[in-house]
């Protein structure tokens, strides 16, 4: 067995797992899905071509930036302009920040990792108009997923650090302890990779998000097992590291 670390980013990203008609939502993380996806169009797969060993693979996805949530209202016509289309909303996440992991059969792990090195299509984040910021280069181990997942570094962007480390000296709610250098993050999991003795505390979930085929004339799904848990990563950011305006002891609601 082998393990697969994905950092997807990207200005727009999209990740639909219950959209119906002209109600186009997004999850809050990729959907399995979206992943699999992704992944048989690195390697040249059409929509007709079979994906159950893709399905096979494992996966857990850490949420290093949650994004914005965002609404497009769509309006549109036939190539000639005659024909108006149902009116439609899409949903997307903005500036959001995934770190994907994959657990498979090492010689599936290889050949993935090659085609996400030359891809054969065009890869997206969720929709084809939401490419990645930036080449998708995967990160190999063999050891256990859900630890390799705690010990990769936050790869939240720069602004966005800075801008918890602000909102933690006057919040102690946030998820960024700055005394010992480490962040909270949620992990969305297969229910299958988390051992019963680390479950405590945890949330568990089902999602449909399991493609069994992606041919456009018989697509299909089915529901998968999740846990859903907050994941301690070293951030990288000290006290010292803050700005010094923030850090201020005067308490503007006291006695002079």
């Known amino acids: 067995m082998k393990n697969m ?14 959209s119906r008609f002209t109600r ?7 959907s399995k899905s979206g992943i699999i996806g992704l992944l048989a169009a690195a390697q040249g797969r059409r929509r007709v071509d079979p994906i159950e060993d893709l399905v096979g693979l494992k996966m857990a996805v850490r949420i ?18 005659e024909t108006p289309y149902p009116l439609s909303d899409r949903y997307y996440l903005a500036d959001a920040v995934f770190v994907v992991g994959l657990s498979g059969e090492s010689s599936l792990i290889d050949a993935v990792n090659e085609a996400l090195v030359k891809p054969k299509f065009p890869l997206y984040l969720g ?3 939401f490419p990645p ?15 390799d997942l705690a010990a990769f570094p936050w790869q939240a ?8 480390s602000r909102k933690t000296v006057w919040s102690p709610t946030s998820p960024l302890d700055l005394e010992n250098g480490k962040v909270s993050l949620e992990v969305v999991a297969d229910l299958a990779l988390l051992p019963e003795e680390r479950r405590e505390d945890c949330i568990f979930d089902q999602v449909h998000d399991v493609p069994l085929s992606f041919d456009s ?6 529901w998968r097992d999740v846990v859903r848990w907050k994941c ?3 951030s990288g950011i000290t006290v010292t590291e803050t700005e010094s305006a923030f850090l201020t002891t005067h308490n503007p609601g006291g006695m002079w």
């Open 24 to 30: 186009r939502r997004t999850s809050s993380e990729p």
């Open 127 to 129: 929709r084809r108009a």
């Open 232 to 234: 301690e990563v070293v």
């Open 157 to 164: 962007a720069p602004w966005y650090q800075k801008k918890l």
């Open 217 to 222: 004339h018989h697509r299909q799904y089915e």
């Open 133 to 147: 910021m930036m080449p998708i280069r995967p990160k190999l181990s063999e050891g256990n997923l859900i630890d």
């Open 5 to 18: 670390l994905l950092t997807l980013k990207g200005p727009m990203q999209s990740w639909g797992n219950s």
């Open 64 to 81: 290093d930036q949650p994004g914005t949530r965002e609404r497009d209202f769509h309006t549109t016509h036939s190539f000639d302009g």
